[in-house]
């Protein structure tokens, strides 16, 4: 059974745990050390077992506790060259051996996990999503920070058992909020982030496709409120004959507290 839990997910900071099989590791590492520790902790798992950090992008709030983590348990971080090479000052000195280098759209194996990270569109040197497979080919897939859907998202997500998706903004909080233009327009670019609404239509065709839990993620503090991506996605599913409850489990992921453990077979 692959185990997922959130630690927190949001604009301002992002960590998400994975175990398989007694193999544990997070996907970005965006709050501080002590916070990723004591979420942990909430949920029963000790630190000393966790096997690697794997960064989607170097951005802050994906890495911020990244670099104290992989020095206080001496364990590696995985992450492709564009990304090292943008973010390796802000980590500080890690160990030579714990600088570990992936190639997107490659799948590897690190003790009983095995993983995918995939190429995304974000305004970031060279982001990824992430696919984990059980032995019977499940997968549970996260993919936050996307500007839009492209192909080669689709193919990666479709026939995931469970989904980590963003849904960074509501539309009109964004254009009516205190952001500056050039950041409205980033945000909404192509190589921004996904609206509740790109989100919520993407995630008709995730459900379509075999998604059974779909877990909202990366909620802007200034620019969504949980219940308002949770409505936009629940109505959205509805005018497509998809019941949340019935075909599929819809929950938001909180800014700064661990979800539940969500178990696939
Ligand atoms: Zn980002
Ligand atoms: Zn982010």
């Known amino acids: 059974m692959i185990e997922y839990c959130s630690v927190g997910s949001g604009s301002s900071g992002n960590c998400h745990f994975i175990g398989y099989k007694g193999t544990n590791i997070l996907v970005d590492a965006g709050l501080s050390g002590k916070t990723i520790t004591n979420g942990l902790k909430e949920i029963e798992v000790d630190t000393s077992t966790l096997k690697g950090i794997f960064i989607t992008h170097e951005h802050i709030d994906h890495i911020k ?13 995985y992450a492709n060259v564009k990304t090292w090479m943008a973010m390796q000052e802000k980590l500080g000195k890690i160990d030579e051996k714990n600088m570990k280098v992936f190639e997107n759209d490659k799948t590897y194996s690190l003790e009983n996990i095995v993983v995918r990270p995939f190429s995304i ?19 549970i897939s996260i993919a936050t920070d996307m500007g839009c859907i492209t192909e080669n998202v689709k193919k990666h997500l479709f026939n995931s058992k469970l989904v980590v998706l963003e849904s960074n903004y509501d539309k009109n909080m964004l254009m009516m909020g205190s952001y500056r233009y050039a950041l409205k327009k980033r945000v909404m670019s192509d190589i921004g982030h996904l609206s509740n609404d790109e989100a919520a239509k993407f995630a008709v065709e995730l459900i ?6 779909l877990l909202l993620a990366h909620l802007s503090k ?5 219940e308002l991506a949770y409505e936009t996605t629940k109505g959205i599913l509805a005018e497509h004959e998809i019941a949340v409850g019935e075909d599929v489990n819809l929950e938001i992921l909180r800014r700064s507290s661990p979800s539940k453990i969500y178990r696939i077979k």
């Not at 379509?208 to 839990?213: A, N």
Request: charged letters at 35%; hydrophobic letters at 25%.
């Open 208 to 213: 379509k496709q075999g998604t059974e839990e």
């Open 222 to 226: 200034e620019n969504n409120f949980p």
């Open 121 to 139: 569109e974000h305004d970031a040197a060279d982001p990824v999503g992430y696919n984990f497979y059980s032995d019977n080919d499940e997968k």
């Open 65 to 77: 506790g990244a670099g104290i983590l992989s020095r206080k348990l001496d364990i590696p971080i």
